[in-house]
């Protein structure tokens, strides 16, 4: 008998068509992935499942019995929780306070009994193996022990269904193996768990079952074993993906970028490289290498950084963004969310952000207008419209709108600090053909990404990086995973 079931669950916003009778089950003990593009309606169906949205019309059942859920709280109480990539904790509250926050367990004086709590939860962290103690501050925990937190939080009302919505977007590879261990602990404890991502290794290592969505419908379910990654591909696209990285070859020129002797105190030492017009640079390495602190220096946000620039063969003084973003150099941040957009500013108002000195003394709409409909048409932006806030938009788009706010600067040089992370198969393939289009036409493009196949695929050299230090060069085409890899973690190849 099916543990979890919906039936013809259906969501509209207005005159926007969320979810449309969608139907699937899950049994005890099994991991379901949910998958589809951003703007699918995975978020949706996780929402009415966990009693955030009320359903338009539909049903959903657990162990055979409907719920109507009104809050959260209610989900939570019938044993339905989630586990968000980016949740609401308290970091200056410990561990055991954030796990039975709101749920204390407390003397018949109404008195929080703050031994109880402190020997449950540790009960509960050793459980599930966690590598800390319950009175540990939250703040001196990683973004993978934290999930744990989460997952222990879960435990306290003895879930039956835990949903992981991009649980490993932020995690290491190590971090990732040691949350699936917890995953496959929670499977043989007989709990319910939905995976939503858009990792098709997790999928097939992990997954018994899968839902495809697409455009708010269910398109495709079944087992894992009986499907395949291509398969997955043309159910969320609808369409035949050829190939999810589509390299062109662009013809190279002149040297647009060169880093001479770049170093910093704690961070980096001894940077130095070059990327041409027309090529795409990738640099890799595991989490701590230092890629991001480079690049993150080279475009002036770190004035503790020595070194020496030139752009397009002028050496240039970089002491702010500011400076990078006249010299044609600019920064597509990891954190999107955080630093690359203002998620309560417009859609309109994020891409002119970058370009306000052309605009002169006055500012007005349409001069935003006619800077931001060609990108925005160019990256096939999916939203109501200019005026609506880029925190309503799905991942995919809020990528695109960041990268339609640097691309109106008309740069030379464009840093991409992991394009891709957590967005859908379709996102990812248009930010690719993206790339190819913007070295077609005389860019020079730095890829920083923590996923091989992307860089492997999609650059032309390939940079290695560990602790701090350029470690190995590589032409892409010349080169094997294990080479890259044995060299990123320092063990011979």
């Known amino acids: 008998m099916t543990f979890l079931r919906i039936e013809k669950l259906r969501k509209h916003f207005a005159a926007t068509k969320a979810v449309t009778d969608v139907s699937f089950g899950l049994e005890s003990g099994q991991v379901l992935a949910l998958v589809g593009e951003n703007g699918a309606g995975k978020s949706t169906i996780v929402k009415m499942l966990t009693g955030l949205h009320k359903p338009d019309s539909g049903s959903i059942f657990l162990d055979n019995q409907p719920l109507f859920f009104s809050s959260p709280q209610e989900a939570w109480k019938a044993g339905i929780t989630a586990i968000h990539q980016e949740t609401v904790m308290f970091d200056e509250l410990s561990v055991a306070e954030n796990i039975w926050?709101?749920?204390?367990?407390?003397?018949?004086?109404?008195?929080?009994?703050?031994?109880?709590?402190?020997?449950?939860?540790?009960?509960?962290?050793?459980r599930i193996d966690a590598p800390f103690a319950a009175d540990a501050p939250l703040k001196n925990l990683s973004v993978a022990q934290k999930h744990l937190v989460q997952i222990a939080r879960a435990l306290t009302q003895d879930a039956r269904v835990v949903i992981m919505d991009e649980p490993t977007a932020a995690l290491s590879k190590a971090e990732i193996e040691d949350f699936f261990r917890v995953v496959q602990q929670l499977k043989s404890e007989n709990k319910a768990i939905i995976l939503v991502t858009h990792k098709f290794d997790e999928i097939f290592a992990h997954a018994d079952t899968y839902a495809v969505l697409r455009d708010g419908e269910l398109v495709g379910a079944g087992e894992i074993q009986d499907t395949s990654s291509d398969a997955l591909v043309r159910l969320m696209a609808g369409r035949e993906v050829g190939a999810l990285f589509p390299k062109t070859q662009a013809v190279q020129k002149n040297t647009m970028l060169e880093v001479k002797n770049f170093s910093h105190p704690t961070e980096f030492n001894n940077i130095s490289f070059s990327v041409k017009s027309g090529e795409i640079l990738g640099f890799y390495g595991l989490i701590g290498a230092g890629r991001s602190e480079i690049m993150q220096a080279i475009f002036g946000l770190n004035p503790d950084a020595t070194g020496a620039l030139q752009i397009d063969g002028r050496?240039?003084?970089?002491?702010?963004?500011?400076?990078?973003?006249?010299?044609?150099?600019?920064?597509?941040?990891?954190?999107?969310?955080?630093?690359?957009?203002?998620?309560?500013?417009?859609?309109?108002?994020?891409?002119?952000?970058?370009?306000?000195?052309?605009?002169?003394?006055?500012?007005?709409?349409?001069?935003?207008?006619?800077?931001?409909?060609?990108?925005?048409?160019?990256?096939?932006?999916?939203?109501?419209?200019?005026?609506?806030?880029?925190?309503?938009?799905?991942?995919?788009?809020?990528?695109?709108?960041?990268?339609?706010?640097?691309?109106?600067?008309?740069?030379?040089?464009?840093?991409?600090?992991?394009?891709?992370?957590?967005?859908?198969?379709?996102?990812?393939?248009?930010?690719?053909?993206?790339?190819?289009?913007?070295?077609?036409?005389?860019?020079?493009?730095?890829?920083?990404?923590?996923?091989?196949?992307?860089?492997?695929?999609?650059?032309?050299?390939?940079?290695?990086?560990?602790?701090?230090?350029?470690?190995?060069?590589?032409?892409?085409?010349?080169?094997?995973?294990?080479?890259?890899?044995?060299?990123?973690?320092?063990?011979l190849a």
């Open 101 to 126: 926050i709101g749920n204390h367990p407390t003397s018949r004086f109404g008195l929080v009994q703050w031994q109880t709590l402190l020997d449950q939860t540790n009960l509960i962290l050793k």
């Open 315 to 491: 050496e240039v003084k970089i002491r702010s963004p500011a400076d990078a973003i006249r010299h044609g150099l600019v920064y597509v941040p990891e954190d999107r969310q955080h630093s690359g957009a203002i998620l309560e500013m417009s859609i309109l108002q994020n891409i002119s952000l970058a370009s306000l000195e052309r605009f002169g003394m006055w500012l007005s709409r349409k001069k935003e207008t006619d800077l931001a409909l060609p990108l925005t048409e160019k990256l096939s932006l999916r939203a109501k419209h200019f005026d609506q806030f880029v925190s309503e938009l799905s991942g995919g788009n809020q990528q695109k709108v960041v990268l339609s706010k640097w691309l109106a600067t008309n740069p030379k040089v464009l840093i991409l600090d992991e394009p891709t992370k957590g967005i859908d198969v379709g996102a990812k393939s248009l930010v690719h053909t993206l790339m190819n289009q913007m070295v077609q036409d005389g860019l020079a493009v730095i890829l920083v990404s923590s996923e091989l196949p992307e860089v492997m695929h999609m650059s032309d050299r390939i940079v290695v990086m560990r602790q701090g230090r350029m470690v190995a060069e590589f032409n892409a085409r010349e080169v094997s995973a294990e080479e890259i890899v044995a060299q990123a973690a320092g063990v």
